[in-house]
Nanobody, 124 residues
């Protein structure tokens, strides 16, 4: 599978963005999908994940209540709706596909395919 992320941009604190990640060349429904983010000088960190049928999601604590992950299996697309953005959310956001075991969705090494990243910049 190949992944193409989009939707990043520059937004003021308190604003919203929706990221999209389109998958091609594979069986989208066989993958757990996730979003990670990275800022220069720091390790890549887990943001959110959604299992194959969309019935189970995870979020890092700092984004709970502000971010929502969803997927449209008919469109081979996963989304990340980001609301109430703040400067700490700035980074390059990557979508990823994999088959992590339950409770292992947090770990980037569980994902076999990565998109190219989309920059999110939140100005304060």
């Amino acid at each position: 599978v190949q992944l193409q992320a989009s939707g990043g941009g520059l937004v003021q604190a308190g604003g919203s963005l929706r990221l999209s990640c389109v998958a091609s060349g594979g069986t989208f429904t066989s993958y757990t999908m996730a979003w990670f983010r990275q800022v220069p000088g720091k390790e890549r960190e887990f943001v959110s994940s959604i299992r194959r049928n969309g019935g189970f999601t995870r979020y890092r604590d700092s984004v709970k209540g502000r971010f929502t992950i969803s997927r449209d299996n008919a469109k081979n697309t996963v989304y990340l709706q980001m609301n109430s953005l703040d400067a700490e959310d700035t980074g390059v956001y990557f979508c990823a596909a994999g088959r992590p075991a339950t409770a292992s969705e947090w770990f980037d090494y569980m994902y076999t395919t990565w998109g190219q990243g989309t920059q999110v910049t939140v100005s304060s």
